[in-house]
């Protein structure tokens, strides 16, 4: 008897060292996938609502990137998704239909986009379905984190859903074609059957899945989010840009890295890179 109560003590303390080992290295493959989400993210045409200024969209850039990153982690097989594929699959698809556009994301109604008329919520322009239950359906809209969350959690599971059915799964790898086949059951809600606007997506997804790991652009460092740029550091970065700076433009403040490269709808812009430690 004595015998077995030490074995399952020591089982019960393994698991616990084993559990805070994981949360560690989860919550740090949880942060790299949205710093690499949300710097490729910086490439993609958006919609400016108005009202809405570049700092806020950033920081609701960041909020979209951490819930792809989230759910892609949460429903990524490993056999036929990475949470880096799937992640991003996610984030062209939200960007293609909606280009991040905050009213869309709101649910306060876009002036021209109708979203099939109401019946698409959020930026994965999910509609109630066996696989959205109506219930689950109406609360797929807001831009706080949870709500996003919410909408990232939907879009993934119809888009693994359909995956199945457009041969992504169990160790069939996502490769451009099938990923085509996925958005455009997705668009159809119907056959795995590519079209011009698919493969476009397949195309977009392939060629940046292809510079994975999330490297930044300059050796020795690595991207960072705006949340964790220092006031100093982000009012020299608006200094520098307000200059005029040329692409591939570098200033060094101490740990930090201002460098000058495209941003979204070909604009230039200042990214922030951190030396890693």
């Not at 169990?170 to 668009?187: F, I, L, M, N, P």
């Amino acid at each position: 008897m004595k015998t077995t109560r030490r074995l399952v003590t020591v089982i019960v303390a393994l698991m616990m060292v084993l559990a805070l080992w994981a949360r560690p290295a989860e919550a740090t493959g949880q942060r790299v996938l949205t710093q690499w989400l949300y710097s490729t993210a910086l490439e993609f045409e958006y919609s400016a609502a108005p009202g809405e200024t570049r700092p806020q969209y950033l920081a609701r850039l960041e909020t979209i990137s951490e819930s792809a990153a989230t759910a892609a982690l949460e429903y990524a097989d490993g056999t036929g998704w990475t949470a880096s594929e799937l992640g991003l699959a996610i984030m062209i698809l939200w960007n293609e239909e909606t280009r991040f556009d905050e009213r869309v994301h709101a649910g306060t109604g876009h002036p021209v986009w109708h979203e099939d008329h109401g019946q698409a919520k959020c930026l994965g322009q999910i509609h109630a379905s066996l696989v959205i239950p109506e219930e689950e359906w109406e609360m797929l809209t807001g831009t706080d984190a949870g709500r996003t969350l919410l909408c990232a959690r939907a879009t993934a599971k119809v888009f693994v859903s359909k995956a199945r059915n457009c041969g992504v799964w169990s160790g069939q790898r996502a490769t451009e074609d099938k990923v085509s086949r996925v958005y455009a059951s997705y668009g159809s809600g119907g056959a795995c059957v590519k079209t011009d606007s698919s493969d476009k997506r397949a195309a977009k997804w392939q060629a940046r899945i292809a510079k994975r790991p999330d490297q930044a652009p300059v050796k020795g460092y690595r991207r960072i989010l705006p949340s964790e740029v220092p006031d100093e550091v982000r009012a020299a970065a608006r200094e520098l840009i307000g200059a005029s700076p040329k692409l591939g433009a570098r200033v060094e403040l101490g740990n930090y890295l201002l460098f000058v490269e495209h941003h979204a709808n070909a604009k230039t812009g200042v990214s922030v890179l951190l030396r890693k430690d």
